[in-house]
């Protein structure tokens, strides 16, 4: 009974993510689109010049939520990943809470240190484009 709770409350969680990035307006710069949600404007710009790990997250989000893939992907690769991974975890989520599958307990197998270094190197691969992409954008260049 615990896991199919903890099944609901991820999808619960999820769905509450992906409908705040539906709701929210994508901001055409590729990064930024987070201030609508009452936050700072993101530090490591304003303080080395340069986009954070972070930045255009929020931004890929809005986009996938609202099927916008390429424009998903186009602001922050890894992004688009994560809005993607959010999605499937909500329907996951639902359908262990409501039949009770063991799909779950299976899939967290999957989760290995492999993957997780893989995972990792797809954030920085990730991160580095955004970097020349807001060096380029800015006129700073690569």
């Known amino acids: 009974m615990g896991e199919r709770i903890l099944a609901g409350a991820v999808a619960v969680g999820s769905l509450a993510v992906l409908t705040v990035a ?15 949600l009452g936050l700072p404007e993101c530090g490591w710009i304003t303080a080395a ?3 954070c ?9 809005a986009h996938a939520a609202n099927g916008r893939f390429l424009d998903s992907f186009m602001a922050q690769p890894f992004g688009l990943l994560l809005a993607l991974a959010t999605a499937s ?4 989520g639902l359908f262990i ?3 009770g599958s063991p799909l779950g307990s299976t899939l967290s197998r999957l989760l290995t240190w492999r993957v997780i270094w893989i995972l990792l ?4 691969l990730a991160w580095v484009g955004k970097i020349i992409d807001y060096r380029l ?6």
């Open 22 to 36: 539906h709701i929210l307006r994508a901001s055409p710069a590729g990064l930024g689109t987070h201030t609508q």
């Open 49 to 51: 010049g340069i986009p």
């Open 53 to 61: 790990m972070t930045c255009g997250m929020t931004t890929a989000f």
């Open 89 to 92: 975890a909500f329907w996951l």
């Open 97 to 99: 809470a409501v039949t």
């Open 121 to 124: 190197v797809l954030a920085l």
């Open 137 to 142: 954008s800015t006129g700073d260049g690569p």
